[in-house]
């Protein structure tokens, strides 16, 4: 036997044997730790890479040449977030991108809309809400006040407002803190287990502070009578796709812009999107004895039998389709502004289909009237069992506005919702300011342009 311990053959054999053993598991555990750490950054890349190149399938998708980028995405997000609409906004990122957390720029835009989301508060006084109302703005006033008919005159006095004076406005009730809602937006139309409808109000949401009111624009038909008075001629689909005003100048030349309501607001919005609420607009009233929106679309009118055309009809849907689009909301005035409290329940029917007949095709199914003079079919009392509004109900409306001067009326029916309206002109302005004081102080929207003095009704 050797002094020292030497390993036989065999046992070397066996050493050798274990140590390769250890060596290989060694490896082993060595290339899954490296094969983990390549497939996390291969996912890594792909989320990367999933990020950037949705921006160009979107752009194939669209067809046009533009680009949706992760800050246009996010611009889009913040304008409904402004306008209230959180959900909507944190909704839109989502939508972008499923991995939007691991872009910085991406969570911090929902983590703002979510904070944002925390400060909103249920506006539910709905009975405080007010309705403000406006014919079609004078553009020249040098032409409305000096148009040869003197009772013409007189009328374009008291019932309208200039283009000036609803900018100011405008301006002092977005101060105030006021934001314009939808009717839609204050109750909405639900039915319940036995199918029966039941208006049910729906809590706005705005920040502690904000007072909702609702817009409206009667006529905005263009009449003939109009022309050449310094008012817009027609509303039209501009260039940036946005509906716009057409004006005729007394030379002849057509231009197009800001001149009348539906423009003036549009880009109003733009600079305050936090003047209106989740993209409500005004309500647009037509009647239908001269066309709607400035094109002569009555095939049964006197006015429009020469400048009647099928084409006047396509290009008053285009336009009628695109102000919906914008959140605009399209209502009868009924087709030969009747009063529909004080006319008999027979004219009001023949009215009332005359309109559906008419105009509804136009303007698609609508379900809000604003009463003509603003002569409502029932008082202060409800309209149940009154047979004007079943016919009226029968043809599918549910809001219903009529004039009122006190601040706010509004009556919530089981299957209705009806509200008065305050008129922001002349004649408001020039007797009663203070009627006007929760929204707008008169002595600085006022009109130098306008005659000093209003003629009384
Ligand atoms: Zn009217």
């Not at 040098?142 to 009328?155: C, I, M, P, T, Y």
């Not at 305050?272 to 095939?299: E, I, K, N």
């Not at 605009?328 to 007949?357: C, F, P």
């Not at 919702?417 to 004649?427: A, I, K, T, V």
Request: net charge negative; with cysteine; aromatic share 12%.
């Amino acid at each position: 036997m050797p002094a020292y311990h030497e390993l036989t053959p065999a046992q070397k054999a066996r050493r050798r044997r274990k140590k390769r053993k250890e060596t290989l598991k060694v490896l082993g555990a060595l290339a899954l730790a490296l094969l983990i750490v390549i497939l996390g950054i291969v996912f890594a890349i792909r989320g990367i890479i999933h990020l950037f190149t949705r921006d160009r399938h979107k752009a194939q998708q669209t067809t046009s040449a533009e680009v949706v980028t992760i800050d246009d995405v996010i611009a889009e997000a913040d304008r409904l977030a402004e306008g209230y609409d959180c959900d909507a906004a944190i909704e839109k990122i989502k939508s972008y991108s499923e991995n939007y957390q691991y872009n910085n720029k991406l969570n911090d835009a929902v983590e703002r809309y979510e904070a944002k989301k925390e400060t909103l508060v249920p506006f539910t006084d709905i009975d405080s809400i007010t309705h403000i109302f406006f014919h079609t703005l004078i553009v020249d006033c040098s032409l409305a006040f000096n148009v040869e008919d003197k009772n013409q005159a007189a009328g374009y006095n008291q019932y309208m407002t200039t283009v000036s004076e609803f900018k100011k406005m405008m301006e002092q009730m977005y101060e105030r803190g006021y934001v314009l809602v939808d009717l839609h937006q204050i109750a909405s139309i639900q039915t319940d287990e036995n199918g029966n409808e039941k208006m049910v109000p729906t809590p706005i949401m705005l920040p502690e502070g904000k007072k909702p009111f609702v817009m409206s624009q009667d006529d905005v038909c263009y009449y003939y009578y109009m022309d050449g008075a310094g008012f817009a001629t027609k509303i039209v689909i501009g260039e940036d796709g946005m509906p716009t005003c057409e004006y005729k100048n007394p030379d002849g030349t057509v231009v197009t812009g800001d001149y009348d309501l539906v423009p003036i607001l549009e880009h109003f919005i733009d600079e305050h999107p936090d003047f209106s609420y989740r993209g409500a607009r005004a309500a647009l009233a037509f009647t239908g004895y001269d066309g709607v929106l400035g094109y002569r679309t009555s095939p049964s009118s006197d006015s429009c039998t020469n400048d009647y055309s099928e084409e006047e009809v396509e290009k008053a849907k285009a336009v009628a389709e695109r102000l919906k689009e914008c959140g605009w909301t399209l209502a009868s005035h009924s087709w030969g502004h009747q009063r529909y409290g004080a006319i008999e329940y027979e004219k009001m029917v023949e009215d009332a289909d005359k309109w559906e007949k008419e105009v509804e095709p136009i303007i698609g199914e609508c379900d809000t009237i604003i009463y003509a003079n603003g002569n409502d079919i029932a008082g202060v009392e409800d309209y149940d069992g009154n047979p004007k509004y079943e016919y009226l109900k029968g043809l599918g409306f549910r809001y219903f506005c009529n004039v009122d001067s006190s601040r706010y009326w509004v009556q919530l029916g089981g299957d209705y919702l009806r509200q008065g309206r305050r008129n922001f002109d002349g004649y408001r302005m020039y007797y009663n300011p203070e009627m006007l004081e929760d929204c707008i102080d008169v002595s600085e929207v006022w009109d130098k342009e306008r005659p000093a003095e209003v003629p009384p009704i």
